[in-house]
């Protein structure tokens, strides 16, 4: 395998398949991995019937074990914070992205690896994934959102337990706390993942990015201003063909076709 085909892109109808391909690695987190994660970023805006993408590893062991450290130890002392902000600014542009994206855990996502899943709008683990933010046992810390976007998702005590210690936890305990969204057998991440996604794709393409927008932007202000972001991003529906398809399709007793305009 050379480095030309370490994330591998799928298409399954309205939904693309990210997979992080270096398997002999368990995916770990290397430059040209990232680069490619960016260029597929840089062109999803004029993918317009792409409406969802799940990210999974290959291989079955693991979404990712984090940053490669074999490419870090070999890496100038001087180029270390640039490639941090690669990992940084790389998952920031997952979770900023327009479309929703779904990560299916089979296995490991350990550091980067978590940081990455926790950058995703969904999470589907399989049962027998073991994750965790471990970098306090490597002497630093989550240093690619996961100190501010786990927090969010377990709440302040639960996530500073789990990241201070660098614990390890199982798929159950993870779906339990919150972390997970769907808990599924072993191996079924992927499948559950697409089943999701192919459901989030039968939605209007602009509600659901408005949708995914009013959350997002509203999550650190004020009810009062929150609300009102919310009827920002309602406004942007009203004037689409795919509400007054809706509307047509809902009097006709059909199923709605969408175009995403």
């Known amino acids: 395998m050379t480095e030309e085909n370490v994330l591998l892109v ?20 290397n430059k040209p991995l990232l680069l490619a994660i960016n260029a597929e970023l840089d062109a999803l805006p004029d993918r317009s019937d792409v409406r969802a993408v799940v990210v999974c590893g290959a291989g079955g062991r693991a979404l990712s074990a984090g940053a490669d450290l074999k490419e870090r130890k070999t890496m100038p002392p001087e180029d270390v914070p640039a490639f941090v902000n690669l990992i940084g600014s790389t998952f920031n542009r997952v979770a900023q992205a327009a479309v929703p994206f779904i990560a299916a855990v089979d296995g490991f996502a350990f550091g980067g690896g978590m940081e990455m899943a926790l950058a995703c709008d969904i999470r589907v683990f399989g049962a027998g994934a073991k994750v965790g933010l471990t970098e306090t046992r490597l002497a630093i810390i989550p240093g690619a959102g ?15 337990e789990l990241i201070l210690s660098g614990r390890r936890i199982g798929a159950e305990e993870a779906f339990r706390i919150g972390l ?3 808990l599924t057998e072993a191996g079924g991440a992927v499948e559950k993942a697409h089943a999701v996604a192919n459901e989030i794709a039968s939605c209007g393409p602009v509600a659901v990015r408005a949708a995914k927008a009013a959350i997002d932007g509203g999550l650190d202000r004020s009810v009062e201003a929150g609300l009102a972001w919310e009827r920002a991003c309602y406004d942007r529906t009203l004037p ?18 969408f175009e995403g305009r």
């Open 146 to 160: 996961g100190t501010q976007r786990l927090p969010r998702l377990v709440g302040v005590g639960r996530a500073k």
């Open 240 to 257: 689409t063909t795919d509400r007054l398809e809706a509307l047509a399709a809902f009097a006709e007793k059909r199923p709605p076709v």
């Open 10 to 29: 799928e298409r399954h109808g309205n939904v693309e398949r990210w997979t992080l391909n270096r398997p002999g690695a368990l995916n770990a987190f």
């Open 180 to 182: 997970a969204e769907f």
